[in-house]
């Protein structure tokens, strides 16, 4: 939702935002093939929650986006960003949360060759990401996201100084890789997933619950290993923000505000369409 309303190329927020029921439909067209009905069903969902995120989570998203700009005038803590980074980051979860009963409900209407269509459609993906990232290698992969870095920061802050690049490429090379442990976890959440379609056993009461639990429980399937190396990740780039802020110049500071600026602006046009 968040990557919908701001963040894609080549479409309006507006237009991303306010069209997201008949847009969702080719998402979903990768993964099940849904009868009339169900796809009535599944619009419904979409736009009731779009509606529930437009009047309760876009201020949320301006209010962190206000705190993020002010923390920039400032000199932010350790603490103070990765408190507010991780509270940005439960607002995936409140969509979730609010969302998982009406889903559960759709799930209950699928054939068995749906469910099987729907678990072999994400096995396929999650193969195919593996696929392609061994392919490219680790050391590709690296080079590729150091590249996507500096065009985010530049993005955000103009042309970047010979500090700066060195600071964010060192930042990328020391980053724990976490790939292989994320597609661990895909694939033990679609196990779980998997699982509870074949129980024929089940209850409608019980099946909606343990859905709910494969739906908002996340951690339930992640290893240690990934929970560990995701929370140092964190600290290791809330660091790297501490360190940039630090440097900036007047000239990137104003560039910075001009950013926050335009995406409150349109937050503010999304709230009020």
Known sequence: MVGLLLFISGCSAQFTYNNLGWLSSFWIDDYVDLTKQQN?????????????????????YK????????????????LQLETQLLAAKQHWQSLVQQIKDDIAELALSLTEAQRRELVDNIAEKIANDVDEYNE????????????KQLDKYQQ??????????AMISVENEQRLATFQLWQDYKRN???????????KQMSQAEFKAELNTVMTER????????????????????QLLIALRESLTAEQLN??????ADLIEQIDELIAD
Do not use: C
Not at 156 to 165: A, Y
Not at 222 to 232: N, Q, T, W, Y
């Open 40 to 60: 009535t069903q599944f619009k419904a969902i979409v736009k009731k929650s779009r509606d529930w995120h437009r009047e309760t989570q876009l201020p949320l």
């Open 63 to 78: 209010q962190d986006l206000l705190i993020l700009q002010k923390l920039l005038q400032e000199n932010p803590q350790q």
């Open 136 to 147: 490219l290698g680790h050391g590709k992969h690296l080079q590729q996201r150091l590249e």
């Open 156 to 165: 955000w802050l103009g042309p970047l100084t010979p500090e700066q690049v």
């Open 189 to 199: 959440r679609l196990a779980a997933l998997e699982r509870l379609f074949s129980n």
């Open 219 to 238: 951690e339930l399937y992640m290893s240690d290993a990934l929970i560990a190396a995701d929370s140092k990740n964190l600290s290791s780039y809330v």
């Open 255 to 260: 560039h910075a505000n001009q950013e926050f």
